[in-house]
């Protein structure tokens, strides 16, 4: 089992930035796929952005790119959501999960963390 940990939220003014934490515990995230993803109030969880395994290849939504930047620390067993040039519109709980190498769905969860930008 793994269990996930975000932190990091807050509220923040627009053009603002916030670094989210996802931390964590029962085994190693060297054998799993991470990804952010978010859910706004009457809408459906979206995907934010993703790293492989490895570290090296990233994705991320278009509405984010440019502005948001993934990253993982292994020596932490933590992966990071760096947040810049935030919108009103990026305001949502935002949760990370964990994929298992192999697996096709994210087979953990946190429990999300608040992020509201004000205008």
């Known amino acids: 089992q793994v269990q996930l940990v975000e932190s990091g939220g807050g509220l923040v003014q627009t053009g603002g930035s916030l670094r989210l934490s996802c931390a964590a515990s029962g085994r190693t995230l060297s054998n799993y796929d991470m990804g952010w993803f978010r859910q706004a109030p009457g809408k459906e969880r979206e995907f934010v952005s993703a790293i492989r395994w490895n570290g090296i290849s990233t994705s991320s939504a278009d509405s984010v790119k440019g502005r948001f930047t993934i990253s993982r620390d292994g020596t932490k067993n933590t992966v990071y959501l760096q947040m810049n040039s935030l919108k009103p519109e990026d305001t949502a709980v935002y949760y990370c999960?964990?994929?298992?190498?192999?697996?096709?769905?994210?087979?953990?969860w946190g429990r999300g963390t608040q992020v509201t930008v004000s205008s």
């Open positions: 999960g964990a994929e298992q190498l192999g697996s096709e769905e994210y087979d953990y």
